[in-house]
């Protein structure tokens, strides 16, 4: 399908005021919102470093502008959260929706809805997470649908509400099933993938507060050999306080930088976000040697907090311009610019690098007067602006 005009995007750097846009009045806990081709949503800025992927958010919400397009709107309430949800996954992995403490408490307490009342959930809900229990039931159908009858099947839905059916007309039509059928296989597919972690979850909260006391008494040796089994218990479990987290801590303490990148490349894998974390996994691989994927990791926070973060955008650009990714380095190295760092001429002389490099060398010469402007003696960019001029 084609849209049938542009999508503006409101960006706020105030949750609050983002928050007024939507709903006219502070208090909002979304980070967007969408209205047909209107989407606004949190910057960044808004929250806290590493509290969410924005990058995921505009993703989630872009699905909302074609998926409520395509049905002129009429479309459940669970579902086009369900498919926005799955697209995240289908962008990364590690974009996936994580099962939450709070998911895994009503999978243990079987409070998931029937497909045919979800809605209620998001519209009505009875517990103070339900909202959030929804949105990761809704994704999870999608994701079983998919597994079992292919992402086409998804589609066919799509269609089938834009023509005004109801989820049990839905289900029974494209799927074959009735929609207590369809609950009871998928409530066994959820046990089959989450079933142990929720059986486990009172064992896991009890390991984790233990691990996080051997770690405030500096018992790395404890700490390392308790951490793999709480992980085990709930490997997605990469928010604050993650049993990731405090192993990385022991391995730095005990010198094994190896075993201390090992780990936080599985935090980062799983989907964690904390832009200290992960900064600090880039360090260890570009010590090793491991360029690429130092660059991969640091371009995983463009996605998550990459305000005025001079040292994330140098760091980035650098390893780009080292690797000849000289559009990469343009891109970071003009971040690194606008970000108004200490050392003006240096982020124009980098740029001016890489416009060079990239054989752009009307847009290297430009860099390189703005930095000669602000320092007159600094001796590299004098020796570029040389360089260009014998190349003219």
């Not at 697209?87 to 079987?110: C, H, M, N, Q, Y």
């Not at 089994?229 to 928010?239: A, G, K, S």
Request: net charge negative; with cysteine.
């Amino acid at each position: 399908m084609k849209l049938g005009g542009p999508v503006q995007v409101e960006v706020y750097p105030d949750h609050e005021d983002f928050a007024v846009r939507t709903m006219g009045m502070p208090g909002l806990g979304a980070l967007g919102v969408t209205f047909s081709d209107v989407v606004a949503m949190d910057s960044p800025s808004a929250r806290k470093p590493g509290d969410f992927n924005w990058g995921a958010t505009l993703w989630h919400e872009m699905s909302h502008v074609f998926i409520l397009t395509a049905t002129n709107h009429r479309v459940p309430r669970w579902f086009t959260e369900g498919l926005a949800v799955h697209e995240e996954g289908e962008r990364s992995p590690e974009w996936s929706d994580r099962i939450t403490p709070d998911v895994l408490a009503a999978i243990r307490d079987k409070k998931l809805l029937p497909v045919a009342w979800l809605d209620r959930g998001f519209v009505y809900p009875s517990y103070p997470a339900q909202v959030i229990v929804s949105y990761f039931q809704a994704g999870a159908i999608c994701e079983f649908i998919k597994e079992k009858w292919s992402e086409d099947k998804l589609l066919d839905m799509v269609h089938s509400y834009a023509k005004l059916e109801t989820t049990p007309q839905v289900v029974e039509e494209d799927l074959s099933l009735s929609p207590d059928e369809f609950d009871k296989e998928f409530l066994a597919w959820i046990d089959k993938k989450y079933g142990a972690e929720a059986a486990h979850f009172d064992d896991w909260r009890e390991k984790l507060k233990a691990l996080i006391t051997a770690e405030q008494q500096k018992q790395y040796d404890a700490v390392l050999d308790q951490g793999p089994r709480v992980i085990t218990l709930y490997p997605e479990y990469v928010e604050d306080a993650s049993a990731y987290e405090w192993i990385a801590e022991a391995d730095k303490a005990k010198g094994d930088a190896r075993s201390e990148a090992a780990i936080l490349a599985a935090y980062e894998h799983m989907g964690g976000q904390s832009p200290e974390l992960l900064k600090r996994l880039a360090a260890l691989e570009g010590a090793a040697g491991d360029k690429i994927e130092a660059a991969a990791t640091l371009a995983r926070l463009n996605y998550i907090y990459p305000v005025k973060d001079e040292d994330l955008h140098r760091r980035l650009g650098d390893l780009y311009f080292t690797l000849a990714q000289y559009d990469g380095a343009i891109r970071e190295y003009t971040a690194l610019v606008a970000s108004n760092p200490l050392d003006k001429a240096g982020a124009q002389f980098s740029l001016a690098q890489a416009y060079f490099a990239g054989k752009q060398k009307d847009k290297a010469e430009e860099n390189v007067l703005a930095a000669l402007e602000i320092a007159p003696g600094y001796r590299p960019a004098q020796k570029l602006l040389l360089q260009l001029q014998q190349t003219k």
